[in-house]
């Protein structure tokens, strides 16, 4: 296959694989780019493989980080732009089903290629377009499935979150996965508790973003994956109904947290609990809670004025997202104007302050904050004006 208009990221690295092959080595454009240009996807990052070893590659380029060298992967920064350049390799066994025992730098393409998850990414391809395809990745690609390289029973042995991949790419690409990798998949489930919560997470994140998050929550599901997921294991009726809903992908992270907590029916405490063991960061548990209590709430029916203003603008929409999802009436336009017409937005936009209060003879101390949030309340709620003279009359009148 050649591929006659190659898009503009890999017409900039072009230079970096023809400096390498007239140094006399190979050098191909590898991955998910391939992939994503042959199906008329945006690309993100180009992936450079080689025949030449890591020291050649430095002494052929005179700027060059050291990324990855012990697993053969060079930054080449000549150009303007950074190439990660790896090296062909081979790989040994993988006794804790994640990292490979041993690298060795091989000068066979077909070695390197064979070594790699699933035949849509084993493709590759030369600086003019000539696509090399040596595993049927490009009939995979025309019939929208999802093989394993070789024996998927290897492939999965050898990295475990090679399933919660092809779960993802089930769901990004709207691809299914073939019978046999399936089978795999599922005879081979548990030793997702091998794998590092974090690139679980970022894995199932994925999926949930993508275009077709029914095929990849079904695959999870189907394949028993869903219960080496942290706190899934009781959710298994939620999961399903959750598949049953998502037509479409979640919109962002948050979203995606948003409807897992809300179809799971966690409160705050347990909200906390959840995405601890799903490693988030804790910016992010503060915006769960939030956007689930108001995501609840959009499922009994329209917020009162103190429920949005609990919000940002951007959580309100995240919150009315998932709630749509899960049932709920779509009250975005409604959200937004009831946002933006609130009487202040923020608490700093309060006319009056604690020291403005004590001038007025209030002493300070826990009552000064209670009055300070009652005169918030009657401010958002429009039973008091935000004027400085008026709440501080309010308060010693």
């Not at 060079?74 to 090296?87: A, F, K, N, Q, S």
């Not at 899934?232 to 919109?251: M, N």
Request: hydrophobic residues 40%.
């Amino acid at each position: 296959m050649q591929l006659e208009h190659l898009p503009e990221e890999f017409e900039m690295a072009r230079p970096v694989l023809q400096t390498i092959e007239q140094a006399g080595y190979e050098a191909y454009f590898v991955g998910g780019s391939v992939r994503d240009t042959i199906l008329g996807k945006e690309i993100h990052d180009v992936d450079i493989a080689t025949s030449a070893y890591p020291d050649e590659i430095k002494h052929l380029f005179k700027r060059t980080v050291d990324t990855g060298i012990e697993h053969g992967t060079v930054m080449i920064l000549d150009h303007g732009t950074g190439y990660e350049t790896t090296t062909f390799r081979s790989e040994s066994t993988y006794t804790d089903f994640r990292r490979p025992d041993q690298v060795t730098f091989v000068r066979s393409l077909a070695e390197d290629l064979k070594r790699r998850d699933f035949t849509i990414n084993a493709l590759a391809m030369k600086e003019d377009g000539t696509v090399i395809d040596l595993f049927d990745g490009l009939a995979d690609l025309k019939h929208l499935q999802i093989r394993a390289v070789g024996d998927p029973q290897e492939r999965f042995h050898e990295d475990a979150l090679r399933m919660m991949r092809a779960v993802r790419f089930a769901s990004q690409l709207n691809f299914t996965i073939v019978p046999e990798t399936l089978a795999a998949m599922t005879s081979h489930a548990e030793l997702l508790r091998k794998i590092a919560v974090e690139r679980t997470q970022v894995e199932l994140l994925k999926l949930l973003t993508g275009q077709a998050p029914q095929q990849g929550l079904t695959d999870l599901l189907t394949t028993g994956l869903w219960q080496y997921c942290p706190d899934f294991a009781d959710h298994k009726v939620d999961l399903e109904r959750l598949t049953a809903q998502l037509h479409q992908g979640a919109s962002t992270d948050l979203t995606a947290w948003t409807l897992l907590t809300t179809s799971f029916g966690l409160e705050t405490n347990a909200i906390t609990t959840f995405l601890k063991h799903w490693k988030t960061a804790n910016q992010t548990i503060s915006a769960v809670q939030m956007t689930t209590k108001t995501a609840q709430h959009l499922l009994q029916g329209p917020l009162s004025t103190w429920q949005v203003y609990q919000c940002s603008e951007d959580q309100l929409m995240i919150a009315n997202e998932a709630a749509v999802v899960l049932g709920a009436t779509d009250r975005s336009r409604e959200l937004v104007a009831q946002w933006q017409n609130l009487p202040i937005q923020t608490k700093k936009a309060l006319a009056v302050t604690g020291r403005d209060l004590m001038q007025a003879g209030v002493q300070p101390g826990p009552q000064l904050g209670a009055i300070l949030g009652d005169l918030e309340y009657q401010v958002v709620t429009g039973k008091l004006p935000n004027e400085k003279p008026a709440l501080v009359a309010a308060v010693t009148d």
